[in-house]
């Protein structure tokens, strides 16, 4: 799903209003109907609804819904937070509409009167602000965010939830926990990037006028994945296992023997026709007795269970013959490793994924990426990402993704709830799988056989990742429906990986 940005939105609006001529207030009449149409859904006769908003046009989308279900025979009372001088002109047209039916705007003060309409009320709209707020709430309106979020009542918001930077996700001293956010045309950033997210509830993107063509035209540089984004092609009847990659892991150290295995089987489970596990001496034994489909190679180690530099040159020569490389996963840390693995992306050709301590061993190095012999894919969550040198200081992790990635000609995959996926063009994913059931140790080590697997299988780098990572999450889901939140395990997840490939498998 391509998302628009703040400017972005209100170019089109303009663009629209202004060239093709159709009037802003059709635009905002349209808005506000599907706002009604949400907050209908959960108001019975009798019920009453209450809408607070601001002077902007995202107060004159509430107000007019609030004519709306007016003109449905419902209660509804309708706060404003400002000045009624300070009304939009489309804005004064919707009061015009809600007076006429017999409505009164009110002014909020923050009282215990009012507090306890709040707290009575089946439905609070939300229209403060919208997709326009840069600074953080204060006064009235971080007090009236504060009475919604203390009420019982279903919240519906009008385009973001008040509060929640639409760009960034960012929360500006508070936002609204919204039930459902009915937004318009397109959705935004701040709707899947935490920890904006959070409080969006459910995403309704609603048509309000502005033509197909328009909104499809849009460039964006920023999309989310959605269901019908991603799929695996299927496969034709006469190939063989060499058709669908070789996958070479290099992973593992004493007391972290289970990464290793971990990657390896989800590579198998993500399609890899062959797997090689290149692993520490000490560590062989151990993966010939784990794994039956993939196959262990036996690496010179250190003397205290870790990769040895002098493992370098049977890498190198298994790399090259090899689909991609893995490198990371239970690695450890030494100088050896580190170096052993800045000699592995100088030289390597093909496809490397840097996860785990692969990351770490770069941390202090990361010019290396920068002489890179090939593609690179890069796999932290957020302290791994830090030790590299992103900067997440501004709590805009979708930008701090982008900058990463376009600096240093690499793919991120910045992980954590609704991971992001950078690109060295500059374009960004979202992801909108996965949840809290995940949060286990081995589910990243999971996730970096399965990207390794689908590059291996010559899936276009930026295909392959955004499937892994959305097949990951929705087999966490699925795990967490099945098992709890509580008891899902990595290796479950790997086990769930064939369900979940199901529901995205390609016809053609």
Known sequence: MKLSNSAQMREMDAYVIKDLGIPGATLMSNAAGHIADAAMEYLT????????????????????AAACLLENGLSVRVFLIGSEEKLTPDSREMLRRFNAL?????????????????????????????????????????????????SQARVISADIPSGVHADTGKIL???????????????????????GCTRCGEVRVCDIGIPRDIIDDAES?????MPEDVF?????????KGDYGRCLIIAGSVGYSGAPALSARAASRMGAGLVYLGVPAPLYDIMAVKLDEEMPILLPDDGFGRLAANAGGEILRRADSCDVCLIGPG????????????????????????????LNAIAG????????????????????????GGDLSSGDRLRAAREFAYEHGCTLVLKGHRTIIAYPDGMAIINTTGGPAMAKAGSGDVLAGMIAALIGQKLAIADAVSTAVYLHG??????????????????????????????VMSCQ
């Open 331 to 358: 690695l450890g840390g030494s100088p050896e490793i580190t170096e052993l693995v800045m000699s592995v992306i100088r030289i390597v050709k093909t496809p490397i994924v840097l996860d785990a301590d692969g």
């Open 102 to 150: 017999g409505g009164s705007l009110e002014y909020f003060t923050g009282s215990d009167e009012h507090e306890s309409i709040f707290c009575s009320s089946d439905v609070i709209i939300d229209a403060m602000f919208g997709i326009g707020l840069n600074s953080e709430l204060r006064d009235e309106t971080l007090l009236a965010v504060q009475m919604i979020n203390s």
């Open 173 to 195: 001293g508070d936002a609204v926990y919204a039930d459902v956010t009915v937004t318009f045309s397109m959705a935004k950033p701040g709707h899947f990037v935490e920890p």
């Open 474 to 503: 929705l087999a966490g889901d699925m795990c967490a429906d099945e098992y709890g939140e509580y008891s899902v395990t990595a290796s479950d997840i790997t086990a769930m990986l064939p369900y979940a490939a199901k529901t």
């Open 232 to 240: 695996l092609p299927q496969r034709r009847p006469d190939t063989h």
């Open 365 to 388: 190095n990361i010019d290396i990426l920068d002489q890179a012999a090939g593609p690179l894919v890069l796999t932290p969550h957020p302290g791994e990402f830090m030790r590299l």
């Open 221 to 225: 540089h920023v999309f989310a994945t």
């Open 45 to 64: 006769p009798g019920g009453a609804a209450v809408v607070v908003c601001g002077s902007g046009n995202n107060g004159g989308d509430g107000i007019g």
